[in-house]
């Protein structure tokens, strides 16, 4: 025997039938204060340092993997093996 019930209700309506805490005010205040401190910390920074720390290898790193990566993709580009 199979027996199937449907409950119609939002999920706040089920969590507060189930007993669990509304956690909404603490979610908006932890928003707000993570907020607060990335705005704090972009004033602060300039923006070489911004484009900086989105590199974590450095930028001079990064134009050696592309030229590395260049280099590779154009001498496959010379090397055909086709043998038709």
């Known amino acids: 025997m199979k027996i199937t019930i449907n ?7 089920a969590r507060q ?4 805490p509304d956690v909404a005010p603490m979610q908006e205040e ?11 910390n972009i004033s602060s920074l300039q923006p070489a340092e911004m484009i900086k720390a989105g590199f974590p ?17 154009t001498s496959l580009g010379t090397h055909s093996d086709d043998k038709s």
Do not use: N
């Not at 290898?57 to 993709?73: D, H, P, R, Y």
């Open 30 to 40: 932890m928003l707000k204060d993570l907020q607060e401190r990335m705005m704090s």
């Open 17 to 20: 039938y189930m007993g669990l």
């Open 7 to 13: 409950i119609d209700c939002t999920p706040t309506e």
């Open 57 to 73: 290898v450095g930028l001079e790193s990064l134009l050696t993997i592309q030229k590395a990566f260049w280099s590779q993709m």
